[in-house]
């Protein structure tokens, strides 16, 4: 049995301000949220990401009214890079 500081994060469990989740077509929950990589990249700025439990997509050009967007619209967007 693990204790809580033994518990390993996943990008699905990280919580952002600015955050929402969606069911894909599939029944796959996404959670997106967007982070800044200045200090992790060398394309700097804001991403989306879209973590579900089997994969993350990152996706560095996106609208900034993205929380507005259907759930199908959302998961086209995940697709682009």
């Keep these: 049995m693990?204790?809580?500081?033994?518990?390993?994060?996943?990008?699905?469990?990280?919580?952002a301000p600015s955050a929402r989740t969606f069911l894909d077509v599939d029944g796959t929950r996404w959670?997106?949220?967007?982070?800044?990589?200045?200090?992790?990249?060398?394309?700097?700025g804001m991403s989306l990401i879209f973590a579900s439990e089997a994969a993350v997509r990152r996706v560095r050009d996106f609208p900034s009214?993205?929380?507005?967007?259907?759930?199908?619209?959302?998961?086209?967007l995940s697709w682009k890079s």
Aim: proline share 2%.
């Design 2 to 15: 693990q204790g809580k500081d033994d518990r390993v994060d996943s990008p699905v469990d990280s919580e």
């Design 31 to 44: 959670r997106v949220y967007e982070q800044a990589f200045g200090d992790y990249d060398r394309r700097s």
């Design 65 to 76: 009214e993205w929380m507005q967007l259907t759930d199908e619209e959302l998961l086209a």
